[in-house]
């Protein structure tokens, strides 16, 4: 059995933990690098226990103990020598590691679907080469259910929840405070998925992210409020397939970093009958305006994905400070993508600029609304 050097970028996140509870568990992984934003309590913590070579922090506040590392290098030393990279950091922060890891030819374990939705155009050699391994549930579904599939496939549903909102009378949504938006009923995890699972703004971004990892394919999406079937594949024959299970992010987690072919631990132990009814239903986009514009951006292309993730990111941060409410999110992601003018993605630079831009514009409309 050979040993498995894990970089885990993002690791003091919900993603993040989890990761480390698998390489925990796993003496054929071992941990080489953690990094954080700004959480040092706990990124000394993780440090202490699992002795990874490097610990790094990029946005340290107070006093940092000087075998933290920190600084300008902190991505590059954190991700050179690795053998797979976990990307679990939030947001179009993550987009620069993920080009990382393909300039320097290592396997993505992708949790960061942001990186996919505003970079995309910017990831296709490492999509191409196959070293782009999913992490999120429903694309880790869809990649093992293509795994031993030979014919071509028909399309793909991809499962939702329907977050916070699902059952919320919709003349309350608009003006739902964030205590309510961040009870999901099936999946915890950070503050922001979780706005965007209500939002279904995540789900739009993952329709845009089965696009890039599975090209060609047709992707619908499905509500399913148990979140047990974790995403389906239709077959030429018109059947389906899918993996079921309790929602548990450890499974995708260790199959990325297991991938191709590692043997698997168990980590599931529900049987059927702990499942109770499975309901499927068609989405309701009076309840989620925000869906289908951010589905757009995406066939749209060029920058308006990286506009739309960035206006979302400043909006979903003022709701979550109390500055606007939650039905303004929607409107301001549409009011930044109006004014935007689009431009064709040639490099990180161009993603980075569109993602100042729109954060400036969308920063201008929280002011005016608060
Ligand atoms: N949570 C899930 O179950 C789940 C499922 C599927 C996909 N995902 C995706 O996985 C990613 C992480 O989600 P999460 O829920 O784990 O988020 P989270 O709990 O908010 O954690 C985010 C992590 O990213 C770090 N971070 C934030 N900004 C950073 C920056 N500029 N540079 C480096 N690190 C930074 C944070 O560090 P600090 O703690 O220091 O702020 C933290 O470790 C997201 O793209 C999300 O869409 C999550």
Redesign the pocket.
């Known amino acids: 059995m050979s040993i498995r050097k894990v970089a885990v ?8 933990k989890q990761a480390l509870e698998i390489i925990d568990a796993r003496p054929d992984l071992e941990l080489h690098s953690i ?5 040092i309590g ?2 000394l913590q993780q440090k202490e226990k699992f002795l990874p070579s490097i610990s790094a ?3 340290p506040e107070g006093n940092i103990p000087p075998d933290i590392i920190k600084g300008a290098e902190v991505l590059d030393q954190a991700v050179e020598g690795a053998d797979i990279v976990l990307n ?4 179009s ?2 987009l620069r590691a993920s080009i990382l890891c393909q300039k320097l030819d290592i396997p993505l374990a992708l ?4 990186s996919l939705v505003i970079g995309g155009e910017l990831l296709r050699d490492h999509l191409k080469a196959g070293k782009v391994i999913p ?3 429903e694309h880790s579904t869809i990649e093992r259910c293509l795994q031993s599939e030979k014919r071509p496939v028909r399309g793909i549903t991809l499962t939702a929840s329907g977050g916070s909102v699902l059952l919320m009378p919709i003349d309350e949504i608009r003006t739902a405070g964030p205590e309510r938006i961040l009870k999901h009923p099936t ?7 979780t706005v ?1 699972s209500a939002t279904m703004v ?1 789900k739009a ?1 993952e329709v845009i992210e089965a696009g890039w990892l599975f090209e060609n394919i047709p992707v619908e999406v499905v509500i399913h409020p148990q979140s047990i079937v974790h995403s389906f594949i239709r077959l030429e024959d018109g059947s389906w397939k899918a993996l079921l299970g309790q929602p548990d ?1 450890r499974i995708p987690i260790q199959f990325a970093l297991e991938w191709p072919d590692r043997e698997l631990d168990v980590i599931a132990g529900d049987k059927p009958f702990d499942w109770g009814t499975l309901a499927f239903s068609r989405m309701d986009e009076e309840r989620y305006p925000a869906f289908n514009t951010v589905v757009q951006t995406g066939i749209d292309g060029k920058t308006f994905p990286a506009v739309a993730n960035a206006a979302d990111e400043v909006a979903v941060q003022a709701f979550l400070d109390g500055r606007i409410l939650f039905g303004n999110i929607a409107e301001i992601i549409d009011e930044v993508l109006s004014l935007h003018r689009s431009y064709h993605i040639r490099s990180l630079e161009d993603v980075l600029e569109a993602d100042r831009n729109a954060r400036t514009v969308a920063a201008g409309i929280v002011s005016k609304l608060c």
């Open positions: 970028l993002g690791s003091t996140g919900s993603v993040g990094l954080c934003r700004r959480n706990l990124l922090i990029v946005s679990a950091i939030v947001g922060a993550g949790a960061n679907k942001e992490v999120d549930s999946w915890e995890m950070g503050a922001r998925i965007d995540n971004y992010m």
